[in-house]
């Protein structure tokens, strides 16, 4: 038995170092405090619906792939990027909006905010 634990590797030894491995996460809030995190230093609140992610370790470059999902209200959806929004190797900015009808778009602050991020050759310096 006490050659098998000898022999093991820790999983965590290696987090953000393989491309299939998630190289920041995060679950905020409405009013955009954090409730859980790895490698996110904090969310800044920019406007209603409008959140700048803050990577603790910056990416390597800007070719990764943020997924984000939502919980809350029933017709909001969440959205990264847009005219104006930033995605580099120190943050992303998710922008949240419903559809008030076919033509028109609100701002709404989700009440669960939940970001993945994949890809950015690893971590910067």
């Known amino acids: 038995m006490s050659g098998i634990l000898e022999t093991s590797q820790i999983k965590s030894g290696v987090i953000g170092d393989t491309p299939d491995t998630a190289k920041a996460w995060v679950q905020f ?3 955009k405090a954090i409730q859980a995190a790895y490698n996110v230093s ?3 609140d920019i406007g209603v619906g409008n959140a700048d992610v803050n990577f603790q370790s910056a990416m ?3 070719d990764y792939s ?3 999902t939502y919980g809350g209200s029933e017709d909001a959806y969440v959205a990264i990027s847009g005219i104006g929004s930033v995605l580099n190797g ?3 900015t998710v922008w949240s909006r419903y559809h008030v009808d076919a033509s028109t778009l609100g ?3 989700p009440a669960k905010v939940s970001c993945t991020v994949f890809g950015g050759s690893g971590l910067g310096s």
């Open 29 to 31: 809030n409405a009013s």
């Open 42 to 44: 904090s969310v800044a």
């Open 60 to 62: 390597a470059n800007d």
């Open 66 to 68: 943020v997924n984000v």
């Open 90 to 92: 120190t943050k992303f």
């Open 107 to 109: 701002a709404r602050n």
